[in-house]
């Protein structure tokens, strides 16, 4: 009982976010991450051991600069769902610039995964890529654990005409899309537990990977396109990052498509490392025997 109705004072909220400045809801996100940031917390713990594990050789100043970087970026990030679900496309089109090594509008555009990446700025970056795509797209999802939130979620990600599926029924219905040529839309770059998944490095650290993505291209005979939506600073807004489709991709080889996904990561979060999502869990599965980082 209480959680369904703090869902809707929740959702309320976030409507009511939707109407104010995006500067002033950043702004006031900020300033909460802040705070959160002062209190010693479970999460907060999560991301100085991912930093640590995969950047051994930065300095303890610099780990908890970024630490403390992020944490407000994280919280900030909850706060402009507001403007990401709720907002008009016209306040979005004001809202993100976008930078994309491919045309968004070609009509002969091929069997195309577009592969999201875990920073802060994806919520942002997949809704607006798929208004940039003028067309019907597919897009995958994580269930969430409360319905109301999640019933919510999947009508504002969808608004711009985008068919859902959740990530467990996802792999026929992908391939279903891609045979009607729809762009499809996922992310793979966290830790979902062995099933599908390969150990490869993350930083040099053995990191449980989904193998589907390289699987449904192969499948599917569609390329991968990886996207990040970035946060602009000084409270701009975004831009959403679309990169050139990969080269060679797949290669049949599990391990090796895996490590490709991983090796892409490793060279664009030291661009903004404070925007990789840190809070996750990255390294929760580990190899036999491994014992838990967290």
């Not at 005409?161 to 770059?189: F, H, N, Q, T």
């Not at 050139?244 to 797949?250: G, L, S, T």
Request: with cysteine.
């Amino acid at each position: 009982m209480l959680s369904r109705y703090g869902a809707k004072f929740g959702i309320a909220l976030l409507k009511l976010f939707a109407l104010l400045p995006y500067g002033f809801v950043a702004r006031l996100g900020d300033g909460l991450g802040w705070l959160l940031y002062q209190i010693p917390s479970n999460r907060k713990r999560i991301v100085h051991i991912n930093l640590k594990l995969c950047f051994p050789e930065w300095s303890d100043e610099r780990r908890a600069d970024v630490a403390r970087k992020h944490f407000r970026h994280a919280i900030r990030s909850y706060l402009e769902r507001s403007v990401q679900w709720f907002g008009s496309a016209r306040k979005l089109e004001k809202l993100v610039q976008v930078n994309s090594a491919i045309d968004l509008n070609d009509p002969d555009l091929p069997p195309t995964l577009f592969l999201g990446l875990h920073f802060v700025g994806i919520e942002a970056g997949s809704i607006f890529l798929n208004y940039s795509l003028h067309r019907t797209c597919g897009s995958l999802y994580q269930p969430m654990s409360n319905p109301e939130f999640e019933a919510v979620a999947k009508a504002a990600r969808s608004r711009f005409d985008a068919e859902m599926a959740s990530r467990a029924d996802s792999a026929r219905i992908v391939l279903r899309w891609l045979r009607d040529r729809k762009p499809v839309m996922l992310g793979a770059d966290m830790d979902y537990g062995m099933r599908n998944s390969t150990f490869v490095p993350f930083f040099g650290v053995p990191a449980c990977t989904l193998t589907a993505v390289g699987r449904l291209a192969k499948v599917g005979r569609a390329q991968v396109v990886p996207f990040i939506g970035e946060v602009l600073p000084n409270y701009k807004g975004y831009r959403l990052n679309v990169f050139k489709p990969w080269d060679n991709y797949p290669t049949g080889d599990d391990d090796l498509d895996a490590r490709r996904m991983n090796a892409f990561l490793e060279e664009q979060i030291p661009n903004m490392p404070e925007q990789y999502y840190w809070v996750h869990k990255r390294f929760k599965t580990r190899p036999p025997g491994d014992p838990s980082v967290y």
